[in-house]
């Protein structure tokens, strides 16, 4: 029964999430609709009962611009990351198409990107300099996919040079999700054929969480590459989470705190 309520209060939280973004988003400024995204985002989570830890003092993520990437566990993480800072996401096409989830994604500004098509993604990178450069802050996850906690999937560092272009910091994040015991949480994993449907529930059903989400030191984009970058930031997340980082990882330059 408790279930059955909760997933109520889910349905009745997307349609409220739905009536903003169509009916007040038209109509708001841009601060206005970032106050409503980290807010709804951050309710979100109370009902799925997903309590969000604050990132420790000094790490907060930047108020200018930067690219934020971090490792992928769950759609959950978008809500994390905009409970704390909206930011405009990089996704895959497909979530475009999850029934209410997908649209109050687009609402939110996310950018879908159909993986594999060179064009497609020539347009987005094109796309993601000009935000930046705008001032706005990009959010991907370079893994391109999920991966169940514990592990860390090799990055793609196609997008990192948007960092360079637009001449903006890389921002990298590590994510986990806790149990009460400290633990990683198993039912934050969002892998292999699972529905969005079936996630949902699992989550209910489970014991509450604590998201973690840690922001690491700033990288400087400015003369690198974008496997360096990517390997920066991969060997920085890596760190975090106490999971081998690779051989070739070097020592990650400092962007200036201005």
Request: aromatic share 8%; glycine share 6%; with cysteine.
């Amino acid at each position: 029964m408790r279930i059955a309520l909760r997933f109520a209060r889910v349905v009745l939280h997307l349609v409220r999430g739905l009536a903003i973004s169509a009916f007040l988003f038209p109509l708001t400024s841009a601060a206005y609709r970032e106050r409503c995204i980290r807010t709804w985002s951050a309710q979100l989570l109370a009902i799925l009962r997903v309590q969000l830890q604050p990132a420790p003092e000094g790490m907060q993520l930047p108020a200018r611009a930067a690219l934020i990437v971090a490792n992928h566990i769950s759609w959950l993480d978008i809500f994390v990351i905009n409970a704390l800072k909206p930011c405009r996401f990089v996704a895959k096409a497909d979530i475009r198409h999850w029934p209410v989830l997908g649209w109050l994604c687009a609402k939110a500004g996310t950018i879908f990107i159909a993986r594999g098509r060179q064009r497609e993604v020539r347009r987005v990178y094109q796309g993601l300099v000009t935000a930046l450069q705008a001032g706005e802050r990009i959010a991907f996850f370079p893994e391109g996919t999920t991966a169940a906690q514990g592990t860390l999937l090799p990055f793609h560092a196609n997008l990192f040079e948007a960092a360079i272009e637009a001449q903006v910091p890389v921002q990298p994040c590590a994510l986990r999700y806790l149990d009460g015991e400290g633990q990683l949480h198993r039912a934050a994993d969002f892998i292999g054929d699972t529905s969005f449907v079936d996630s949902l529930l699992l989550i209910l059903r489970s014991s509450p969480m604590r998201a973690e989400i840690v922001p690491l030191p700033l990288i400087a984009s400015e003369g690198a590459h974008r496997r360096d970058l990517s390997a920066y930031a991969r060997a920085a997340i890596a760190a975090a989470l106490m999971l081998p980082a690779d051989a070739n990882s070097t020592t990650v330059p400092a962007a200036a705190d201005n």
